[in-house]
C-alpha cells in the first residue's frame, strides 16, 4: 500500500495510542497539519509559544505515564522547543517531540528557518532522529517511542523533512523493524540476600523515595515495604507522591528546603535505602557530610546514576518496580522481623526531632501568609487534585505543605528548574484527565513566563485554576539576596506587574483577587467552582522566606529556620 | 585514585552523528579525549571507536556508564586491564637536506623504518608500534628535522574475547 509520511507518522501515532497533540504549525509541518485537519482520532491543542506545547505534554505524561507528544516547525519553532525538551530530559519523563526541518536538499544550506536541531538538543534528549529519507520514517518513530518510555524514560526529537513527508512509498507495518537496545530489569538474588543482610543488622533504617518510584510506576511496591516493615520514608522532590504525605512514617522532603527531621533522619540513620534517585545538590548538601553514619543501597535503572555524586555500598542496577517486588518477596519468604524495640527507639527520635522543630510558619490575621493559601487549598480540596507547580518559593511551600497522596499528583519541574513550566503543564494534565481538578500554584514571576497560554485554556475550555501566590518579587532569589547578599535586591523586584484580575477577563477566563487573611477561603472556593479557567490571585506578605533551608555549601543536617519561630 | 589512560573500545551503529554524539557529551561532562580511532568493522553498519581518556578509575567508570547509555553505542569495553595489543601509527616527512641527509639513511637503516615514498629532497616514512616504541622513534626523529607529521589515534584489540 502507498502512503505518504504525513498519513504514515498520523497512522503511527494512532498505533500508539496518541490521543492529544500539543503544537504550533508553520512553514515546513504545513503537509502534516493538513493531514491531521481530517482526523478523528487525534485531537490538535493550539498552544500559543513552543515551549507551552513540550510543558503541556510533558504534563499530559507525569500525569498519565504515558509517551507526551509535541509538534513545531522548523527553526525559531524547534528552538522555542529546547527550554521543555531539556525541562523533560532532567526529569527523565517520556516525550516524543516532531519537529519540522527544511527540506533535505537545503539542509546545510541556511535555508529560510532552518536550524540544526538535532545538533541543538543532543546534549538535552534521550535521543534525537532526522530522518533523511521516506523509507526510514516508519520505523524510525516506532523506535522514537521506544526510546522515549523504556529504561530510564526521556524525551526523544524527531526531526521531519518538508519532502520527506511529502514523499510516498509502499507501507506494510510488517516490515517495521526495531532495534533492541538493552535495558536492565532484574538485578541478581544475591543482591536481595544482601539488602536483608544490611537491613537485619540496621537500627535505625531510612527509605528514600525519588522520581525513579513514580517514573517506575512502583510506589505501590515501596509504600508496602515502608508499612510492612516498619521503614520510615523521606524523599526527593520528585518522589513526593510515591509514599502518602499523609502517613506517620512519612518524614517529608529532605535537602536544601527539607524537613528538620528528614534531614536529621538521614544524617544519622545507619541504613539509606535510596530508591529512583541521583543524589542531586539541592538533595546531599555538601556531600562529603551526607549520610556520613549509613550504609547506602542505591536501586536505580541507569548505571551512570550509580556513584556519580555519592558514593554507595550496595548498587542495584535495576527496574524499580521489579527490583522492589523482588525485594519483597525475598524478605518475606526469609521471614525478616524488624527487632521491636529497636525500631521504636528508631521511630520515637524521629518523632522527637519533630517535635523540636517542626514543618510550620508564623501565621498572621493581617497578611496573607501563602503556606496558609497552599494548607487551606489542601483542606477544601481534600487532596482530590493534580498540582502543578512554577519553579521557586511557589514550589518549595507547595512540596512542604501540601501532603500529596498519590503519585502522578504532583507535577513540577525539579532537575532543570523551569520558571513558566506550571500553566502549560497543568494545561497538558487537564486535557488528559478533563474530570480532574487541576490547580497550578504559581508566583507572579513565573506565571509571566508563559502567561499566555491563558488563550490556550481559554480557547479549548480547559478549566486549570491558578493559584497565583503574589508577593510582587522573584521570591526565591530576594530570598538568596536577603541572606546572602546583605539584602541587596538587585533585579528582583517586580511591583509592576499586570492587574492580574483584569488580565483574566481579558483572556475571557474568570479572575479572582484576595488581599486578606479573611478571603482566601471565599476566594478558593469561589474559583475552584467556577467552569472556567480561573486566576485565584493572593496578595501575599512580600518578604515570606522558604524555611528551613540549608545555605548552600553546608551540610544538611546545619539548617537555618525562621527566626520569627525560633526566638 | 591513580589517574592514567585508558583505552576503551566501543562498538557503535554506524549513523551519521554518533560519532558527534559522544565527543559532545564527553566534552560536555568535562572528560577530555586523548587519542580517537574510528573505522567500520566487517559489517558496514557496525562501527569500533578506539577512545584514550586519562583519569582515576571512578572517573573512567562514570565515562563507560554513560557511553553505554547511547542508543547507538552497543558495547563497551575497557582493554586496559585486560590483555590487549595496541598500535598506532606516524607518518612523517623528512626533507633531505645536506646536513642530515647522512643521519637520516643511517637512522632509517637502524630502526628499520618503512620508507613508503623515496624523492631526491624528502623521504616519507610509515611507522607502526606501540606507544613507547612510537616515543622512543619520535625522540630519534626530532632532531633529523621533522618537515610534517601525522599520528593517528591507538587502535587495539583484545588477545581474547
Not at chain 1, 168 to 193: C, G, L, S, T
Not at chain 1, 303 to 320: A, E, H, R
Not at chain 1, 330 to 346: A, D, I
Request: charged share 20%; proline share 4%; glycine share 8%.
Amino acid at each position: 500500500m502507498k502512503l505518504k509520511g504525513t498519513q504514515i507518522l498520523l497512522r503511527i501515532l494512532e498505533e500508539e495510542g496518541v490521543d492529544i497533540i500539543f503544537g504550533y504549525p508553520g512553514g515546513t509541518v504545513l503537509d502534516i497539519y493538513d493531514r491531521l485537519h481530517d482526523n478523528k482520532k487525534i485531537r490538535h491543542i493550539l498552544v500559543r509559544h513552543e515551549q507551552g506545547a513540550v510543558h503541556a505534554a510533558d504534563g499530559y505524561a507525569r500525569a498519565t505515564g504515558r509517551v507526551g507528544v509535541a509538534l513545531v516547525t522548523s527553526g525559531p519553532g524547534a528552538t522555542n522547543a529546547v527550554t521543555g525538551i531539556a525541562t523533560a530530559n532532567m526529569d527523565s519523563i517520556p516525550l516524543v517531540v516532531f519537529t519540522g526541518q527544511v527540506p533535505t536538499g537545503l539542509i546545510g544550506n541556511d535555508a529560510f528557518q532552518e536550524c540544526d536541531i538535532t545538533g541543538i538538543t543532543r546534549p538535552c534528549t534521550k535521543h534525537n532522529f532526522l530522518v533523511r529519507n521516506i523509507e526510514e520514517l516508519a520505523s524510525t518513530i516506532k523506535e522514537a517511542f521506544h526510546i522515549a518510555r523504556s529504561g530510564r524514560p526521556g524525551p526523544v526529537l524527531v526531526d521531519l523533512p518538508k519532502n520527506v513527508m511529502a514523499a510516498e512509498v509502499d507501507y506494510d507495518p510488517k516490515n517495521i523493524k526495531i532495534r533492541n537496545y538493552e535495558v536492565f530489569h532484574k538485578p541478581a538474588p544475591k543482591k536481595m540476600a544482601q539488602i536483608l543482610e544490611m537491613l537485619s543488622s540496621a537500627k535505625k533504617p531510612l527509605i528514600m523515595t525519588g522520581g525513579g518510584v513514580i517514573l517506575g510506576k512502583a510506589a505501590a511496591e515501596l509504600t508496602q515495604l515502608a508499612k510492612q516493615y516498619n521503614i520510615p520514608v523521606t524523599g526527593t522532590l520528585m518522589g513526593i507522591g510515591s509514599f502518602p504525605g499523609d502517613d506517620a512514617l512519612w518524614q517529608g522532603m529532605l535537602g536544601m528546603h527539607g524537613t528538620y527531621y528528614a534531614n536529621m533522619a538521614v544524617s544519622h540513620c545507619d541504613l539509606l535505602i535510596a530508591v529512583g534517585v541521583r543524589f542531586d545538590d539541592r538533595v546531599t548538601g555538601t556531600i562529603e557530610t551526607f549520610a556520613t553514619n549509613a550504609k547506602i543501597v542505591q536501586i536505580d535503572i541507569d548505571p551512570s546514576s550509580i556513584n556519580k555524586n555519592v558514593v554507595v555500598d550496595l548498587p542495584i542496577i535495576g527496574d524499580t518496580k521489579a527490583t522492589l517486588q523482588d525485594l519483597l518477596k525475598f524478605l518475606s519468604e526469609h521471614n525478616y522481623e524488624p527487632v521491636k524495640n529497636q525500631r521504636e527507639q528508631w521511630l520515637a527520635q524521629l518523632a522527637a526531632w519533630k517535635k523540636k522543630v517542626p514543618l510550620t510558619y508564623c501565621r498572621s490575621n493581617d497578611i496573607i501568609k501563602p503556606q496558609a493559601v497552599i494548607e487551606k487549598l489542601y483542606e477544601i480540596t481534600k487532596g482530590d487534585v493534580i498540582i502543578t507547580t512554577e519553579v521557586g518559593q511557589n514550589q518549595m511551600w507547595t512540596a512542604q505543605f501540601f501532603p500529596f497522596a498519590k503519585a502522578n499528583t504532583f507535577i513540577t519541574s525539579g532537575g532543570l528548574g523551569t520558571m513558566g513550566f506550571g500553566l502549560p503543564a497543568a494545561i497538558g494534565v487537564k486535557s488528559a484527565f478533563p474530570d480532574k481538578q487541576v490547580v497550578d500554584i504559581a508566583g507572579d514571576g513565573s506565571i509571566q513566563m508563559n502567561i499566555q497560554e491563558l488563550a490556550t485554556a481559554a480557547q479549548y475550555n480547559i478549566n486549570v485554576k491558578i493559584v497565583l501566590l503574589n508577593n510582587g518579587y522573584l521570591g526565591m532569589v530576594r530570598q538568596w539576596q536577603e541572606l546572602f547578599y546583605k539584602k541587596r535586591y538587585s533585579n528582583t523586584d517586580m511591583t509592576h506587574t499586570p492587574d492580574f484580575v483584569k488580565l483574566a477577563e481579558a483572556y475571557g477566563i474568570a479572575g479572582f483577587r484576595a488581599t486578606k487573611p479573611a478571603e482566601v477561603e471565599a476566594t478558593l472556593r469561589q474559583g475552584l467552582a467556577v467552569d472556567k479557567p480561573v486566576i485565584m490571585e493572593f496578595v501575599i506578605s512580600r518578604e515570606e522566606c522558604v524555611y528551613p533551608m540549608v545555605r548552600p555549601g553546608a551540610s544538611i543536617s546545619e539548617m537555618t529556620h525562621d527566626r520569627e519561630i525560633t526566638n | 585514585m591513580e589517574k592514567k589512560e585508558h583505552i576503551i573500545s566501543i562498538l557503535v551503529y554506524n549513523k551519521p552523528d554518533v560519532l558527534a554524539r559522544i565527543a559532545g557529551t564527553l566534552g560536555g561532562k568535562g572528560y577530555n579525549i586523548e587519542s580517537l580511532s574510528v573505522n567500520t568493522t566487517t559489517s558496514y553498519e557496525v562501527s569500533k571507536i578506539i577512545m584514550t581518556t586519562i583519569g582515576n578509575q571512578a572517573t573512567i567508570t562514570r565515562i563507560e556508564n554513560q557511553l553505554r547509555r547511547f542508543v547507538d553505542v552497543i558495547r563497551v569495553d575497557n582493554l586496559t586491564n585486560i590483555e590487549s595489543i595496541h598500535r598506532e601509527m606516524i607518518l612523517v616527512r623528512l626533507n633531505l637536506t645536506e646536513d642530515k641527509k647522512e643521519e637520516i639513511k643511517k637512522n632509517i637503516d637502524t630502526y628499520k623504518w618503512k620508507v613508503i615514498v623515496s624523492a631526491d629532497s624528502y623521504v616519507i616514512l610509515e611507522i607502526t608500534g606501540d606507544k613507547a616504541q612510537n616515543d622512543f622513534a619520535m625522540a630519534r626523529l626530532e632532531p633529523l628535522g621533522i618537515a610534517d607529521i601525522t599520528r593517528t589515534g591507538i587502535v587495539a584489540l583484545e588477545l581474547e574475547s
